[in-house]
Nanobody, 127 residues
């Protein structure tokens, strides 16, 4: 699976932004998808994950209530809707895919456990 994130940019605190990650190469609906971010000088941070069937995303506490994840299997795209952005949300955001056998809950937040990683998009939130 090839993954490419887009939609990043420079926004102000309190603004909203929607990122998209387009997948190609394999059957998109077979994959659970996750978003990670990496701020300058910091480790990869789990943002959230969405099952292949959709439904409610599993979100990190740091973004719960502000971010949500959705997917459109027909467009082979996963979205990250970010609201009420804060300066600490500044990071490169990337998406990752998890295929069978699927990860167990304890591995969701380990970016190295995923099968495919995509190029990220930079989000900068000014105060």
């Amino acid at each position: 699976v090839q993954l490419q994130a887009s939609g990043g940019g420079l926004v102000q605190a309190g603004d909203s932004l929607r990122l998209a990650c387009v997948a190609s190469g394999r059957t998109f609906s077979n994959y659970d998808l996750a978003w990670f971010r990496q701020a300058p000088g910091k480790e990869h941070e789990f943002v959230g994950r969405l099952r292949r069937s959709g439904g409610s995303p599993y979100l990190a506490n740091s973004v719960k209530g502000r971010f949500t994840i959705s997917r459109d299997n027909a467009k082979t795209t996963v979205y990250l809707q970010m609201n009420s952005l804060k300066p600490e949300d500044t990071a490169v955001y990337s998406c990752e895919a998890d295929g069978p056998p699927y990860l167990i809950l304890s591995s969701y937040q380990d970016y190295r456990a995923y099968d495919y990683w995509g190029r990220g998009t930079l989000v900068t939130v000014s105060s």
